[in-house]
């Protein structure tokens, strides 16, 4: 079972930046990583995907901030988050559709 780890998160300003890792435990160069997020009483929701191909798709609210990659050889799986606001506030996992595996989450605070 693979077993996915995010590390990264911490306390940013407004209009900062983070990068967000995502490391698995086997090779997951096949399948297709997700990141979701999940704000103090609101719904889990999905930020964006990356596929196998490369190929990503954000959320309307992430796009052009955000941005997931991958490196294949290290086996993790990136998301860099810019222009940072308050609303951006959340436990930010990564997850593995296919297979429904979910690391623990990272916490990513944007405060003054």
């Known amino acids: 079972q693979v077993q996915l780890v995010e590390s990264g998160g911490g306390l940013v300003q407004p209009g900062g930046s983070l990068r967000l890792s995502c490391a698995a435990s086997?090779?997951?160069?096949?399948?297709?990583v997700a990141w979701y997020r999940q704000a103090p009483g609101k719904q889990r929701e999905l930020v964006g995907t990356i596929f196998r191909n490369g190929l990503t798709n954000y959320v309307d609210s992430v796009k052009g901030r955000f941005t997931i990659s991958r490196d294949n050889s290290e086996q993790t799986v990136y998301l860099q988050m810019t222009t940072l606001k308050p609303d951006d506030t959340a436990r930010y996992y990564c997850?593995?559709?296919?297979?429904?595996?979910w690391g623990q989450g990272t916490q990513v605070t944007v405060s003054t």
């Open positions: 997850m593995i559709p296919d297979i429904n595996t």
């Open positions: 086997e090779d997951i160069s096949r399948m297709a």
